[in-house]
């Protein structure tokens, strides 16, 4: 045990190290203890009592603040600190190592010399929380370990809502656990509203080659809950070494006839419907962010990487989202963050049901409405980055298997983005192959005002996943499609469009429709609905969409909609498939199967072109 452990902690957290044995451990810890020089620190066995010392640390150190219901906790971050610092979120390379320039790289040995020295003393005074976590169920094929040290209660609180407690994890590994993810997080000097003070010095460096996550001087959560979008970081690196893969996805389970569920994995950028399919009433819910997918006996299984939910909260209301709305109206343990708090301890945030009240306090302080910042803009009640943290096993519609250490066996992917003219709501990839290139690789996202300020420019973003790689683009999709190649049982490759538009820009698909898209997705794994094969893929029949409508939203579905909906626009197509080409012209290490799989659809939409035109409806294709 090294000294500087021994000088700071207490007789109980000393016994809860001592127990795990395992000298890489303490070198950590010892290491940043020594860096960070807090006055004491506390040692987290996952314990009850442990979990709720931090929950009432939390509250009496004013980082988070008691709500009207019971278990319901407020945090504010700074006014600047409200998002991903992607500027100051840097993955470490040595030289010559190479990452595409879309993702943001520094020097390894600079870099960790620049955060050592913001990292030196920043916990002076204060007191540092070790945690022990596991990435995926406890004791399974899917489990990574992992440590956060962090000053912060309110992270700690949040991560221990969000993982799964692995200190037993430790304990049970001993000496032979070589290999941990270990992540370093310190909010920095408080203002008097308890938010960092220093976002000059903000940084979140992660170094794939020791498998650390150092983040300082930021309390938002995408900044500082390491084993969320920073470990995932970490694992899509490990993963590319070691044959399985590292997912921005969705987990869900979709019923079918006589209790038969089936389960989908789905990625989706932001704004365009990942949580509200995960969250389909009706439906089973495993995962709503992460998963790891691993080749187990030739079946692609997957597990939920976390145990929560840290969702944005900005237009939840009761109508739309029933399941998550009486959630977060329970007595549960939930954390909002950046929401408006009014009437002594009640909560709203934009699109709430009701009025908007007329004062209250949120991210800026005392609010009220018309108040404004100091650069002129009128600040919302609250942030649109707004957030809850809850276990999801407080959600009605929670699957049996969150926790089941083999997974769940996957039988769909779906890719989806916010496209209004050129993807069909649904379509069924051809192969593997086509599904990774056609409808995974080739995802772009239109940009909303919301969001950005502009409408309508696309974003590449392949499997979602752009923001998160830590490793290039095109090892990644070659990583995805030699993963297709070791399994016995393929799963059927899907991709949808929530965002379809007409020519007078209104929307083809209701909200609720993406409930008939899941439906006859889960009858095509089983084979049980006949197709049309176009040149993209396997749209449905339009026999089995009226009876889906009519079965699950009560809905007649007329043909015209139907044609609406599915009538191939070759043109849009054409000029996707050149764009993404271009793109990959200029990434490295593309696989030539990539620029194959392009030219083959090119040719395919070109012969229908052909002979049908631009724009080509449904029935003028074979049905298979």
Same mark, same amino acid.
């Given at each position: ?109 600079? *870099? +960790? #010399? ?6 030196? !003393?920043?916990?002076? /005074? $204060?007191?540092? %929380? ?114 399985? *893969? +590292? #997912? ?6 979709? !019923?079918?006839?006589? /209790? $038969?569920?089936? %389960? ?361």
């Amino acid at each position: 045990m090294e000294n500087i452990l021994k000088e700071k902690l207490d007789e109980v957290s000393l016994k809860k190290l001592e127990a795990i044995e395992n000298p890489t451990v303490l070198e950590f810890i010892s290491k940043y203890v020594s860096l960070c020089n807090p006055k004491s620190i506390f040692v987290s066995d996952g314990s009850p009592e442990d979990i709720n010392f931090i929950r009432k640390k939390a509250l009496e150190d004013g980082e988070e603040m008691p709500l009207k219901i019971k278990g319901h906790t407020v945090h504010f971050d700074s006014y600047y600190d409200q998002g991903r610092d992607k500027r100051n979120t840097k993955i470490l390379l040595d030289e010559g190592e190479y990452l595409d320039p879309v993702i943001e790289t520094g020097d390894r040995k600079l *870099l +960790t #010399e620049e955060v050592h020295k913001i990292l030196r !003393n920043i916990m002076f /005074g $204060r007191t540092m %929380y070790v945690l022990f976590y596991v990435l995926g169920p406890e004791n399974s094929p899917f489990t990574i370990p992992a440590i956060q040290l962090t000053d912060s209660p309110y992270v700690a609180h949040s991560e221990n809502i969000l993982y799964r407690q692995g200190y037993n994890e430790f304990l049970r590994k001993g000496r032979s656990l070589t290999r941990f993810f270990k992540f370093v997080h310190s909010e920095g000097e408080l203002d008097e509203r308890k938010t960092s003070k220093n976002l000059d010095k903000r940084r979140v460096y992660i170094d794939l080659k020791d498998e650390i996550v150092y983040s300082c001087n930021t309390q938002y959560g995408g900044n500082t809950i390491g084993l969320k979008k920073l470990a995932m970081r970490l694992a899509i690196k490990r993963a590319s070494l070691e044959g399985w *893969l +590292t #997912e921005h996805m969705l987990l869900m389970g979709v !019923n079918g006839p006589n /209790g $038969r569920v089936s %389960y989908f994995a789905g990625a989706f950028p932001s704004m365009c419907g990942k949580t509200s399919t995960a969250m389909l009433k009706g439906e089973r819910i495993v995962g709503d962010d992460i998963s790891y997918i691993r080749e187990i006996n030739g079946v692609a299984k997957a597990v939920n990487v976390e145990k929560g939910m840290f969702g944005i909260i900005q237009g939840i209301n009761s109508k739309d989202d029933p399941i998550q709305w009486k959630a977060l109206h329970t007595p549960n343990e939930i954390i909002f963050s950046n929401v408006l708090v009014y009437d002594e301890g009640s909560v709203y945030w934009v699109a709430h049901d009701g009025s908007i009240p007329e004062r209250g306090i949120n991210h800026s302080g005392e609010w009220f409405r018309g108040k404004k910042d100091e650069k002129g803009n009128e600040i919302p009640p609250s942030h649109p980055n707004a957030r809850f943290t809850l276990h999801l096993e407080i959600l009605e519609n929670v699957d049996e298997n969150l926790h089941n250490p083999n997974g769940v066996e996957v039988s769909g992917i779906i890719y989806g983005g916010r496209d209004s003219d050129t993807w069909n709501p649904v379509c069924e990839a051809f192969d593997w192959e086509h599904g990774i290139v056609l409808k995974g690789a080739s995802i772009e996202s239109e940009t909303t005002a919301a969001t950005l300020g502009k409408v309508g420019v696309r974003e590449f973003n392949p499997m979602s996943n752009l923001d998160f790689l830590s490793i290039p683009i095109g090892k990644y999709i070659e990583i995805n499609l030699e993963f297709g190649k070791k399994l016995k049982k393929v799963p059927k490759i899907f991709g949808v469009n929530y965002f379809l538009k007409d020519e007078n820009g209104r929307f083809l698909n209701d909200k609720n429709d993406k409930k008939v898209w899941l439906k006859w997705m889960e009858k095509r794994v089983h084979g049980e609905v006949r197709v049309l094969k176009t040149p993209v893929g396997f749209m449905p029949l339009y026999e089995d969409l009226k009876v889906l409508f009519k079965q699950y939203l009560g809905k007649d579905y007329t043909e015209d909609e139907y044609v609406k909906q599915f009538t191939l626009r070759v043109n849009e197509n054409l000029s996707k498939i050149e764009r993404l080409r271009k793109i990959y012209s200029d990434l490295k290490f593309v696989p030539a199967r990539v620029f194959e799989l392009y030219d083959e659809e090119e040719k395919r939409l070109k012969e229908a072109q052909s002979k049908f035109g631009n724009y080509i409806e449904p029935y003028k294709f074979e049905v298979v």
